[in-house]
């Protein structure tokens, strides 16, 4: 049985602050913000700098630091009591899991993803998916759910946006030096890194992992770059969704073929396999052979895997699923069939839409379908989207019958609240928000908040915003070289006591980013109302290779730049989870404008609204959902684009959409916003905020849907349940 043994004996710190060390290994500090604080006090610039990354801090805080901290009593006793809190996480006490009648069935569930947003400095997600699988995890670890986890651990991760001058993406990688980051390397007893071996196309290549300790669950990342492997194979962990076919096959065999046999070489045995999105779906066919290995015949081994195995789809999208030719197939997988006793054809019809379709592409996403025994959509609209879009893997049912049901996003709340909302739950729900989020009753207590007391907490939020959004945009206006004048305009850009609209997650296109600047003049006639002025911040980044998602960029920032605009309208560069954070607290609505039904569901419209934004979007996805579900007895909680209608002429629904969003903004949002009382105070939005708060955050939370997936999927697989 392998240790994890520290790696981290580099780290000198004087005695006082040894824990330290735990505290910056587990991830937990990225929820947690009493850990995170003794981070950021040690030396608030290199934190900055870091983007957020406690092993650099440890590592290269100087000495005059250090010894301000140890002289200090406070700073002392808030490491120790750090410390102490998270011994008592770690030792399990008592959770969701340990008193429900769940853990009674025993069980472990192995959680398998391509991307995981978990913090800033873990550059390894690109969006959504990859935060929600982050998510997932911290809340598996919260609720005490019995889960280990599977990815890859990119060399150059995600990459880093720059604009040139004239608004076009350009893609930065910069290496990732995992002994710098909070991720230990795995290894044997006798010390020497763990490695399994994958075939990749009759090549053995070796793979490492580096262990990330999610709070109590653990993360094990693969990586091909180790020593005997050919110059060619160290870098398939190279990208995430970086190359072409060849290279998107050999990373999915990693992660599918390697995850598992990685587990199983750790000790791990896992009575259920999560496949979250089609790329781990090779899983499928190493737990068929395994199976099989061990007596089993064809037929038994696929009824034995059902059970074990389930699968989430994320998107009706139609570059979302990842299909491979019977000649990549036959390259990687040629000794599957005979290993299996079936023949070539039944091997390739297991991902393939018709079975007998001689010449049809592997789809992992079929894959996944044909085997999973519990499959789900993330929003009740997506389950019936996809219910339809795969209805011919089953075309003897009718389509309400297909096995795919749905299973409804969330957000991990205490990764996205701001301090200052999470204090005033702290004051009027009691901390225990953040442990049992899905509780209506105590939300309802919001009511008693003062209006007044809600309100500058958000403001504060908002003023944040704004001083960020001036500080990244000078940093960067700076290295493109602009004039000084320039540089000088955009630190006064924004106002901190404007409505703002904010706009924020990957571009791509039928997300629809430029639809708000569909009608320039319309628009700048919203937001120089010399009573009732809006502004607007933007941020994202586009696929690599999605020229038209680069161009929706290209648009924004080129608006942006016109005299009119300038300052009004502003687009951050390099998104990610930082900036999200400030966007998704900061603003006071949150703009989302996807075309129904391409949002399965969509995620940071919830961050917004436990953050008290309202939401102003098209009835797709979760918003939809939540539409449908509020009280109407009680104030809206946002606004809905529309009314759900999917119109076959994309332009003109769009000319639709663009016009009804304006007639919104001008007659609904901005007057509610600015409609205030004798204490300055803008009584229906606020009351709005409480409405929005207390029906979308007991529900759209990672909790309640771990929960979900704990009960209806992990646990009816667990040995003891069958
Ligand atoms: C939450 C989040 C997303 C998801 O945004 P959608 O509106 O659901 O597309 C994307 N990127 C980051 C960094 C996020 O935190």
Same mark, same amino acid.
């Given at each position: 049985m392998q240790q994890n043994q520290n790696n981290n004996n580099d780290i000198s710190l004087p005695a006082e602050l040894t824990r330290l060390r735990d505290l910056a290994y587990n991830l937990r500090w990225a929820w947690n913000n009493h850990a995170l604080d003794l981070f950021r006090r040690l030396d608030a610039d290199l934190w900055e700098r870091s983007s957020h990354n406690p092993i650099t801090v440890l590592r290269q805080v100087d000495r005059a630091c250090l010894s301000e901290a140890i002289s200090n009593p406070d700073y002392i006793a808030a490491v120790n009591v750090a410390a102490r809190d998270l011994d008592e996480y770690m030792a399990g006490g008592s959770t969701w899991y340990s008193r429900s009648e769940a853990r009674k069935e025993g069980g472990l569930a192995a959680y398998f993803s391509a991307e995981f947003g978990l913090t800033e400095c873990l550059r390894i997600y690109s969006g959504g998916l990859g935060v929600l699988a982050g998510d997932h995890l911290k809340s598996a670890s919260d609720l005490g759910v019995p889960l280990v986890a599977v990815g890859l651990l990119y060399r150059y991760g995600y990459f880093d946006q720059q604009l040139l001058a004239d608004g076009w993406q350009q893609e930065l990688y910069g290496p990732n030096r995992f002994e710098n980051l909070p991720l230990q390397l795995v290894r044997n007893a006798d010390g020497t890194p763990l490695k399994i071996l994958v075939d990749l196309a009759g090549q053995q290549v070796a793979v490492q992992a580096w262990l990330a300790q999610v709070g109590r669950v653990p993360l094990y990342l693969l990586d091909t770059n180790v020593d005997e492997n050919s110059p060619e194979d160290h870098d398939i962990t190279d990208r995430l969704y970086g190359g072409d076919s060849e290279a998107r096959i050999r990373q999915e065999v990693v992660l599918g073929i390697g995850g598992y046999r990685l587990l199983e070489a750790l000790g791990h045995r896992p009575t259920v396999y999560h496949m979250n999105e089609g790329h781990s779906a090779f899983l499928v066919l190493e737990k068929l052979r395994r199976h099989v290995e061990s007596g089993l015949d064809f037929e038994a081994a696929r009824a034995r895997a059902r059970e074990e195995l389930v699968f989430t789809t994320h998107t009706p999208v139609e570059a979302g699923h990842d299909w491979f030719s019977p000649e990549q197939l036959d390259r990687y997988f040629g000794g599957y069939p005979g290993a299996l006793g079936i023949s070539r054809e039944e091997f390739l019809g297991l991902g393939r839409q018709n079975p007998q379709g001689a010449e049809e592409w592997y789809c992992m996403t079929i894959l996944a379908l044909r085997n999973a025994g519990n499959s789900n959509g993330v929003s009740e609209l997506h389950g019936e989207v996809s219910r339809g879009m795969w209805h011919s893997l089953w075309p003897e049912r009718p389509v309400n019958e297909v096995p795919i049901t749905h299973i409804t996003n969330g957000i991990h709340l205490s990764s996205f609240v701001s301090g200052e909302i999470a204090e005033m739950y702290d004051r009027h729900l009691g901390p225990e928000w953040r442990e049992e989020p899905a509780d209506p009753a105590r939300w309802r !207590?919001?009511?008693?908040?003062?209006l007044a007391e809600l309100w500058s907490a958000h403001e504060a939020c908002r003023a944040k915003l704004v001083a960020f959004a001036r500080a990244r945009v000078s940093e960067r206006l700076e290295r493109h070289g602009a004039p000084w004048r320039e540089v000088r305009e955009v630190e006064e850009a924004l106002d901190p006591d404007v409505l703002t609209i904010g706009f924020a997650r990957r571009?791509?296109?039928?997300? !629809?980013?430029?639809l708000l600047l569909r009608d320039p003049d319309r628009l700048e006639r919203i937001l120089h109302n010399p009573d009732r002025p809006v502004q607007v911040v933007f941020a994202g980044k586009a696929h690599p290779r999605d020229n038209g998602g680069k161009e929706l960029i290209k648009r924004v920032v080129q608006l942006s730049r016109e005299p009119r605009f300038r300052g009004k309208l502003v687009f951050l560069e390099g998104y990610d989870m930082a900036v999200a954070r400030y966007l998704v607290q900061g603003a006071d609505v949150w703009l989302n404008n996807p075309l129904r039904p391409l949002e399965a569901s969509g995620t940071s419209g919830m961050k917004a609204a436990a953050n008290g934004l309202l939401n102003l979007s098209t009835l797709d996805g979760w918003w939809a959902e939540a539409w449908e579900g509020q009280d109407p007895d009680r104030a809206r909680i946002g606004w809905a684009i529309g009314s759900g209608e999917v119109l076959d002429d994309h332009a003109y629904q769009e000319e639709l959409e663009a016009n009804r969003l304006y007639e919104l903004l001008e007659h609904d949002v901005v007057p509610c916003f600015y409609d205030r009382d004798a204490n300055g105070l803008p009584g229906e939005w606020l009351a709005r905020m409480k409405s929005s708060i207390s029906c979308i955050v007991p529900y759209y939370n990672t909790h309640r849907m771990v929960r979900e997936y704990t009960e209806r999927f992990y646990l009816p697989a667990a040995p003891v349940a069958r």
């Open positions: !207590r919001l009511e008693a908040v003062p571009f791509a296109q039928y997300k !629809r980013a430029t």
